[in-house]
């Protein structure tokens, strides 16, 4: 199967559509996609870029030729790009003869966002392409989270799980009930090199629920050494594996839960030998 035969099923025209793939593997990528800034950043475009176009298909490359379908927009008219005013946090280069395009996001596939994975193919530098080009169907992932949960203390979850299961939480209601019901003391672990860092969730950020969503929408939570690799390189936190190592009551403020971080830090020397700096 095909992108062209789902899109035909929903009624597109492939003369009329552009499909764009923005690499996670650019930095600046990386650091609109952690701001969540991509959907502005996507509309800054040269004036030619999506002329004659009615629809373009936004996708994110994490790694090879797969292309991840982050959703559609239907293309609209556009102002010179000095008559808009850009977020402080936004990253782009040089945008002089710029212009900034009306994207509308529309629900055509929205089922599949996140979801559908294509293969980009070998001009993966081509990032912006017409919709008549061929894109091979990888994976449809399932909607239901894969795995099951059993208890806090059996919890390991690599990213891709851990990501999967909070950008879905109808379809992970016990995952999201059961996580948001606790404060906590959490350990991430480096699967490549084994440097463990250890966290805490109070009540005050949605429990653990919360603290680790925080992970998933900017990959290090805020956390500096973290930060710093992903900097570096931005796919790195797909080595990160994340565990409960004490489940506190979520009515216990905030500087009781740091007490029990604290310990749990000296306990495994997480600032010595790990990626704790405080």
């Known amino acids: 199967m095909t992108l062209q035969d789902l899109l035909k099923g929903a009624g597109i ?128 992932r399932p909607v239901h989270s894969e795995k099951t949960f059993e208890s806090y203390e059996k919890t390991i979850l690599d990213f891709q799980m851990l990501n999967e299961i909070i950008r879905n939480p109808e379809a992970n209601r016990d995952w999201e009930r059961k996580l948001s019901a606790v404060a906590g003391v959490y350990i991430i672990t480096d699967r490549k090199t084994g440097k463990q860092y250890v966290g805490s969730a109070s009540g005050e950020n949605g429990g653990i629920w919360g603290r680790w969503s925080n992970y998933v929408h900017t990959k290090h939570g805020g956390n500096v050494q973290l930060k710093e690799m992903i900097e570096k390189n931005p796919t790195y936190y797909q080595n990160f594996q994340f565990s409960i190592l004490e489940v506190l009551p979520l009515r216990w403020n905030n500087q009781d839960v740091l007490e029990r971080e604290e310990l749990y830090k000296r306990k495994l020397m997480t600032r010595e030998f790990g990626y704790n700096n405080n």
């Open 13 to 140: 025209n492939l003369k009329k559509t552009k499909l764009i793939r923005h690499n996670v593997s650019r930095p600046e990528i990386a650091e609109n996609v952690q701001h969540n800034l991509l959907e502005f950043y996507q509309a800054i475009q040269t004036p030619k870029l999506f002329q004659n176009t009615d629809i373009i298909l936004s996708f994110l490359g994490t790694e090879r030729t797969n292309a991840v379908f982050l959703g559609c927009y239907k293309v609209g008219g556009s102002v010179p790009c000095e008559n808009i005013e850009k977020p402080k946090e936004l990253v782009i280069g040089d945008t002089e003869g710029c212009v900034f395009y009306e994207l509308e996001k529309v629900p055509i596939l929205s089922e599949l966002e996140n979801r559908l994975v294509i293969d980009w193919g070998g001009a993966v530098k081509s990032w912006c392409q017409w919709g008549t080009n061929p894109k091979e169907v990888l994976e449809i």
